[in-house]
């Protein structure tokens, strides 16, 4: 038995897929904000200070293990619903947010292990959505794309430790933007450029010291999308620390559009 500690985005969707399929035995712990999973018959709707429910539920059903997958919003604090062992940890967890969402995580990760819950790797059932080191597109980042590239790794190997960012948009070597706390689709909609069109990258990675197991940067279609509507011409992610829905169609989308995805 396997407790699925679901947030927002389609990630989730596709690992319930897969453990449904392969008939793994699991509960879902929906930390959604439409609480997307109340029509399974295993899901269990609660807000992040419940934790004694959420512990005990997991140890209920026999779950020594966790999966964490979508994004868990950062909770109002002075209107979130706390039980007895919410009051107890909230402090941590309040503590843990002033140093960005990564450190939430964290700090759950450790109040989970404290109650001999671990956590697993949020690709374990599905393998196939994060993409290698390599160029998945017909075209390839030319000079002034692989000098756009470089600004971007640098501008977010210098962000502070427990910065919550992990996407930046350059275009001709300048920082267009960083991504914010509205995401990454609100970073694109400040890149758009009537002047500049298929110019420009946006480059995904990991958090400074992110716990790879959990929150890994997730491309999509819309991501593509996006950047299309933004005037980019690539996207480029870390070889196997990403998330990568829709591959085949986001390939597609590329090639029909001249963009490239690349892969470092």
Do not use: W
Not at 107 to 136: H, M, V
């Amino acid at each position: 038995m396997i407790g699925l500690i679901f947030g927002d985005t389609d990630f989730p969707n596709k690992i319930i897929k897969t453990i449904k399929k392969r008939k793994i035995k699991y509960i879902i712990i929906d930390l959604s904000t439409s609480k997307k999973f109340k029509k399974d018959s295993k899901s269990y709707s609660f807000s992040i200070g419940q934790f004694g429910k959420i512990i005990n539920i997991l140890k209920e059903n026999r779950c020594k293990k966790v999966l964490f997958a979508g994004k868990v919003n950062k909770p109002n604090f002075s209107k979130l619903k706390l039980d007895i062992k919410g009051i107890y940890y909230i402090p941590r967890i309040i503590k843990a947010s002033k140093l960005g969402d990564a450190a939430i995580l964290r700090e759950i990760i450790k109040i989970l292990a404290q109650n001999q819950i671990k956590t697993e790797n949020s690709l374990k059932f599905n393998p196939e959505l994060t993409l290698k080191k390599g160029n998945y597109s017909k075209i390839k980042p030319n000079n002034t794309d692989q000098l756009d590239i470089k600004k971007a790794i640098k501008t977010l190997n210098n962000l502070k430790e427990y910065n919550y960012s992990q996407a930046v948009v350059v275009r001709n070597k300048k920082v267009i933007s960083i991504e914010g706390k509205g995401g990454t689709k609100k970073m694109l909609e400040k890149s758009k450029s009537k002047k500049f069109r298929n110019h420009g990258v946006l480059v995904k990675f990991p958090k400074k010291k992110q716990d790879l197991r959990v929150d890994l940067p997730t491309i999509g279609l819309n991501t593509l999308k996006q950047s299309k509507t933004a005037g980019l011409k690539g996207i480029v992610v870390k070889g196997k620390q990403n998330v990568f829905l829709d591959k085949d169609k986001c390939i597609s989308f590329a090639n029909k559009n001249k963009m490239f995805i690349s892969v470092k």
